[in-house]
């Protein structure tokens, strides 16, 4: 397994990003509160910061919704951040490459490493893993599965990036299938070849997200983001279900002969009925059983930084070093002592934070250690204690 | 700038791969200020390459001979031959010379999305010669993405019943990786450690 490089975010550049026209900002320590009015940009610093690893970022925005509106120049935006690792300093860049450049494809962001093209996306997120809070999470388990998946695979890709990959190499088979039952070229080959890549990918996929929720389950057992409440959480996918009683190769097979039986309801329902996007996530309050959908705002936000805290512990034990955490607004919903526990928490973790908040207050318990800061449309401001 | 066929010239160069507008123009000014050393053998250099050169009949290789050299060599193992995507990954094994035998180009991969069916690709000519008697391998190099995927699949249903052994390289290719911008060691492993497909 890789190690996470990151150990401390040392300088972000936002160039016409969002809001931000031009920001260069230096936070001085690990942690950093960011404090601001609503609109005043925040989400979009820690926006910003989720794009230095792979995906689509805390918004999962579209890369041309990215640029700022009324930009000049060529229309490109950019996103820069220095980090200090165990072998000294290194930078992550993204953004849109203007129009002609040699590897510039319309709508699509490029990464460079210390000012290079990385080898591949997965040297980037193998030096710098991410996971965020956002408060659009609260109606995680109000909403559709895709949420609780994606939610889910944003998990799994912090600890191993090569999953990032597999979910998209399945979801690639798996619409060049649905276009083929679609325009109804019945060539069976060719079905039986983008079903084999779905079995392939699915079952890999499955398994990884298995392996999370057991590896997570085992970690918010034994109390790592105690006090708040030990989650537990369940992967409802068939896939898993047949990888819990069979090795990987076998439920391959049974996957493959699952599509290929099902093309003429697939073809009906013009989507495939069985597979790994099917797949669906549960938590539950493991001490009182009560599931996340059942329970109080506040109960799912702090089973929700329980899962967040536990997962970045399982990083930072897996991986050498803990994540960038981007918690957006994590003290609302939380009454006075989950504050002061969760503040303390991060001082454990010790990673890269950002932390927003629309009054510092909420985070005095990080404040001989966390860099405190005001948001405004012009920029950060350090914050008089 | 200087008239309608400098801005011509470097629209044209300007669509060519690795180039942008910006290097277009570098490389047309360069051209201008020499045109007697590098702008004319340039031009002849092209017309020639594109009166003479054509697919092989028999591989799809580029050449101006048909067959191309590679076809052409008796040296060369013809029980073998290696299915890649574009005769750039041709030039990429050839240039590691990890592969003795015989290639076969298939012109791009199957994508329902991109709309490319099998009707697109070079595939009869190489059942044809897969099916001939000589041939007792046929190695499948496409890349390691979702559609080389289903594109070796595809081929491996209709090339066991001829009666060859149908091998693919081993996987690991980087990310949407063409075998073009491997290196030649990981070439060279790749195709060592294929395996039966
Ligand atoms: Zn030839």
Redesign the pocket.
């Known amino acids: 397994m890789s190690e996470a490089a990151a150990r401390r975010l040392l300088r972000l550049t936002l160039t016409d990003f969002r809001n931000y026209p031009a920001l260069l900002w230096r936070p001085e320590t690990a942690i950093s509160v960011i404090v601001g009015p609503n609109g005043s940009g925040k989400t979009n610093l820690l926006e910003a910061a989720s794009l230095l690893v792979p995906g689509r970022g805390l918004r999962g925005a579209r890369v041309a919704d990215l640029l700022r509106q009324g930009a000049s120049g060529a229309g490109d935006w950019a996103v820069a951040g220095r980090f200090a690792g165990p072998d000294g300093e290194f930078d992550i860049g993204t953004g849109t490459l203007p129009e002609g450049s040699p590897d510039a494809q319309a709508n699509r962001r490029v990464f460079r490493l210390n000012g290079a093209p990385p080898r591949s996306q997965a040297e980037i997120a193998s030096l710098l893993a991410a996971i965020w809070l956002t408060p659009q999470m609260e109606r995680l388990f109000q909403e559709a599965a895709s949420g609780r998946r994606r939610f889910l695979d944003r998990l799994v890709f912090a600890l191993e990036p090569g999953h990032a990959r597999e979910v998209a190499s399945y979801e690639a088979a798996m619409a060049n299938r649905n276009r083929l039952l679609a325009e109804a070229r019945g060539d069976p080959a060719w079905l039986a070849g983008l079903e084999d890549g779905m079995a392939r990918h699915g079952v890999a996929a499955s398994a990884a997200r298995a392996g999370l929720v057991a590896r997570l389950n085992a970690a918010l057992a034994e109390g790592v983001a105690a006090p708040f409440p030990a989650a537990y959480m369940t992967l409802i996918c068939p896939i898993a279900e047949q990888l819990r009683a069979a090795p990987a190769l076998e439920v391959e097979e049974w996957l493959r002969d699952g599509l290929a039986g099902g093309r003429a309801q697939d073809r009906q329902a013009g989507a495939a009925r069985l597979g790994a996007h099917r797949a669906d996530m549960g938590l539950a309050d493991a001490a009182s059983g009560i599931p996340a959908q059942l329970a109080s705002t506040g109960q799912q936000k702090a089973l929700l930084i329980g899962v967040v805290l536990g997962h970045a512990a399982l990083i930072a034990t897996a991986r050498g070093a803990p994540p960038m955490l981007l918690l957006d607004e994590p003290a609302v919903h939380l009454d006075a002592d989950h504050r002061a526990a969760l503040c303390a928490a991060l001082r454990r973790l010790g990673g890269p934070t950002l932390v927003t908040g629309t009054d510092a207050e909420a985070y005095a318990g990080l404040r001989d250690e966390a860099g405190f800061w005001a948001c405004a449309a012009s920029g950060l401001e350090p914050l008089a204690a | 700038m200087g008239g309608p066929e400098i801005d011509r010239l470097i629209g044209l160069l300007a669509k060519l791969p690795g180039l942008g507008p910006r290097s277009a123009r570098r490389a047309a000014l360069k051209m201008l200020q020499q045109p007697d050393t590098r702008m004319l053998p340039l031009a002849s250099a092209l017309a020639e390459a594109a009166r003479a050169v054509k697919p092989?009949a028999?591989?799809g290789?580029l050449?101006s001979r048909d067959?191309?050299f590679?076809?052409a060599d008796l040296h060369r193992d013809r029980t073998t031959i290696c299915v890649v995507e574009s005769v750039g990954d041709l030039w990429a094994l050839e240039r590691a010379s990890v592969h003795r035998g015989l290639y076969h180009i298939l012109g791009g991969t199957l994508s329902a999305l991109a709309g490319i069916s099998p009707d697109d690709l070079n595939i009869p000519p190489l059942l044809a010669r897969a099916g001939d008697g000589t041939v007792r391998e046929v190695i499948l190099a496409l890349g390691a993405t979702v559609d080389g995927a289903t594109t070796m699949h595809w081929l491996a249903d209709r090339l066991r019943p001829l009666g060859v052994n149908v091998t693919r390289i081993a996987q690991g290719m980087p990310m949407g990786g063409a075998l073009d911008v491997l290196d030649d060691g990981t070439l060279a492993a790749a195709l060592r450690a294929r395996r039966p497909s």
Do not use: G, H, L, Q
């Open positions: 092989c028999s591989c290789n050449d067959p191309c590679i076809c």
